[in-house]
């Protein structure tokens, strides 16, 4: 990663898309993802076995799936955001979740956001599962 600096305002704005993220997901809320995703976001769960899916709508179809099996609570943490020469700006993350059953599992997200009118979104969102 690379390590330009951006506004405050950003890197605050981009950790709070993050825990957005948590709190749509953990609640239910897929009337709200167009919140956190744009039209053409490239979601890729393959290591969760749901494949890879591009924009809001077919991110909202694919967690309100019956099959989907979510945990009960997403956190964020250990979030770095930089800014690359290109201007695209990447953040690195890790989560912890926590299955009905009680287990916690651990996940490093690999992101890219964007600046639209409507605040930050994720412009993609990889989840690489820790084993």
Excluded: C
């Amino acid at each position: 990663m690379s390590r330009a600096v951006l506004d405050p305002r950003d890197t605050l704005a981009i950790h709070e898309l993050l825990a957005l993220y948590g709190h749509i997901i953990d609640e239910r809320e897929w009337q709200r993802v167009e919140e956190l995703f744009t039209p053409t976001t490239v979601y890729d769960m393959r290591e969760f076995g749901l494949g890879v899916v591009h924009g809001a709508a077919a991110i909202r179809a694919l967690w309100s799936s019956p099959h989907a099996a979510h945990p009960l609570a997403h956190h964020a943490t250990n979030v770095l955001v930089s800014e690359a020469a290109d201007g695209t700006v990447q953040v690195l993350s890790k989560g912890l979740g926590v299955g009905p059953n009680g287990r916690v599992g651990s996940v490093v997200y690999r992101d890219v956001v964007e600046r639209t009118p409507q605040g930050w979104r994720f412009a993609s969102r990889t989840a690489h599962l820790r084993r």
